[in-house]
T-cell receptor, first 111, second 115 residues
Framework: GQQVMQIPQYQHVQEGEDFTTYCNSS?????IQWYKQRPGGHPVFLIQ?????EVKKQKRLTFQFGEAKKNSSLHITATQTTDVGTYFC???????????FGKGTHLIIQP | DGGITQSPKYLFRKEGQNVTLSCEQN?????MYWYRQDPGQGLRLIYY???????QKGDIAEGYSVSREKKESFPLTVTSAQKNPTAFYLC??????????????FGPGTRLTVL
């Protein structure tokens, strides 16, 4: 599968601050998915990006796919305690039609 | 109520014992996957299956075995050959998107602890 690096591994923010996680690949990606895993829970699909330079928004979450399709980012505006969890990027890989998951960024929010 | 279920939620076993983790889905998905997650880490693929009676090794298949006798079911056996089996095991399923990548739906997971 295609390997990606996610940074940062951990991010502490005060509630109300913004948060960004980055996903970087050394190879061009056909698409990339993002998942969120709450503490003690299971990953849940957030979004898929396919086009070069694509930007998608879900309320306070903004997802971007780089022009070269080698990187992606997730930005959360004005974090809330419900945003706590681990955010994974997942390009294709790991078996036909499967995914390769990055190590994730753990978001910790201090009230 | 559609979804993917895993049982049990918590499982304890003694060293040297085999144990089977259940995964069932009623989403009519073709593909099913097993992942292992260690504390603070990402997901690593153990096995996957695209069709009944066929499955493929993932990145860390050693010490594990699977079967796919029915489309809905994909049980994972953790054998005594797995040297460090304590982990969180996640099952997932998806449609086969025919060359692109479809969304994966995850079960709630099974936490296995070897005593």
């Amino acid at each position: 599968g295609q390997q990606v690096m996610q940074i940062p591994q951990y991010q502490h923010v005060q509630e109300g601050e913004d948060f960004t996680t980055y996903c970087n690949s050394s190879t061009t990606l056909s698409n990339i998915q993002w998942y969120k895993q709450r503490p003690g829970g299971h990953p849940v699909f957030l979004i898929q990006l396919v086009k070069s330079g694509e930007v998608k928004k879900q309320k306070r979450l903004t997802f971007q796919f780089g022009e070269a399709k080698k990187n992606s980012s997730l930005h959360i505006t004005a974090t809330q305690t419900t945003d706590v969890g681990t955010y994974f990027c997942a390009p294709p890989g790991g078996g036909a039609d499967g995914l390769t998951f990055g190590k994730g960024t753990h978001l910790i929010i201090q009230p | 109520d559609g979804g993917i279920t895993q049982s049990p939620k918590y499982l304890f076993r003694k060293e040297g014992q085999n144990v089977t983790l259940s995964c069932e889905q009623n989403l009519n998905h073709d593909a099913m996957y097993w992942y292992r997650q260690d504390p603070g880490q990402g997901l690593r693929l153990i096995y996957y299956s695209q069709i009944v009676n066929d499955f493929q090794k993932g990145d860390i298949a050693e010490g594990y075995s699977v079967s796919r006798e029915k489309k809905e079911s994909f049980p994972l056996t953790v054998t005594s050959a797995q040297k460090n089996p304590t982990a969180f095991y996640l099952c997932a399923s998806s449609f086969l998107a025919g060359g692109s990548t479809d969304t994966q739906y995850f079960g709630p997971g099974t936490r296995l602890t070897v005593l």
